[in-house]
């Protein structure tokens, strides 16, 4: 693969960038669906619910909180993962504020 360049463009838009390359995986997004509907899950229950091996889950993990989708927390031997609500407002200001106000002439 190659490097994606960001030189020249605004610290947002390669943030975007970067928040949403992360979401483009089958099993981030998965990791995303199960944390909305399970609040503070173990690293344990997501590699229950996963068809990976723990160490893939914990790459996955890894990139997720690397760009601030999700948190993690030690509770004595164990992780818990939740959403990072603001990272999320950022995500939700930024497609509905940049995306839907334009027309697919516009962009």
Do not use: C
Not at 9 to 29: C, H, I, Q, S, Y
Not at 62 to 84: A, D, M, P, Q, W
Request: charged residues 25%; without cysteine; aromatic residues 8%.
């Amino acid at each position: 693969m190659g490097i994606t360049k960001t030189f020249g463009f605004a610290f947002k838009t390669n943030e975007m960038a970067d928040v949403l390359k992360a979401l483009g995986n089958p099993a981030r997004l998965k990791i995303i669906q199960y944390l909305m509907d399970n609040p503070k899950s173990s690293g344990g229950d997501l590699l229950m619910m996963l068809p990976l091996a723990q160490s893939t889950v914990s790459k996955h993990l890894s990139e997720l909180k690397r760009v601030k989708l999700i948190k993690g927390k030690n509770l004595g031997n164990t992780i818990v993962y939740s959403l990072n609500e603001k990272t999320w407002q950022k995500v939700k200001d930024f497609m509905l504020s940049e995306i839907s106000s334009k027309s697919f002439e516009e962009v």
